[in-house]
């Protein structure tokens, strides 16, 4: 079956970086679009950034210039390195994948960004 496994998140100060990484298996992982996703509380699950299977990103504009999402499918792996956090980036990342018009979520990971 498919999974989606997030890691890397966790407590940063403003202005520092972190690697989120988002292992898939069970899928033929070079073929498809990966994507990350974020939730706040109290607010929509919104996009962030995703990257082709020709390694194409694609970046939500609150993200622009600061995030940028990669991937090895040597590894089946995608990564999105986040930099200069803002306390407005602090939310639950997922990982996703949609495949036949169905949807594939990791269990996401925490970022929080404070002082």
């Known amino acids: 079956q498919v999974q989606l496994v997030e890691s890397g998140g966790g407590l940063v100060q403003p202005g520092g970086s972190l690697r989120l990484s988002c292992a898939a298996s069970?899928?033929?992982?070079?073929?498809?679009?990966m994507n990350w996703y974020r939730q706040a509380p109290g607010k929509q699950r919104e996009f962030v950034a995703r990257?082709?299977?020709?390694?194409?990103?694609n970046y939500a504009d609150s993200v622009k210039g600061r995030f940028a999402i990669s991937r090895d499918n040597t590894k089946n792996t995608v990564y999105l390195q986040m930099n200069s956090l803002e306390p407005e980036d602090a939310a639950v990342y997922y990982c996703?994948?949609?495949?036949?018009?169905?949807?594939?979520w990791g269990q996401g990971t925490q970022v929080t960004v404070s002082s």
């Open positions: 996703h994948v949609q495949m036949a018009l169905r949807d594939y």
């Open positions: 069970g899928i033929m992982f070079r073929i498809y679009a």
């Open positions: 990257i082709s299977s020709s390694d194409s990103p």
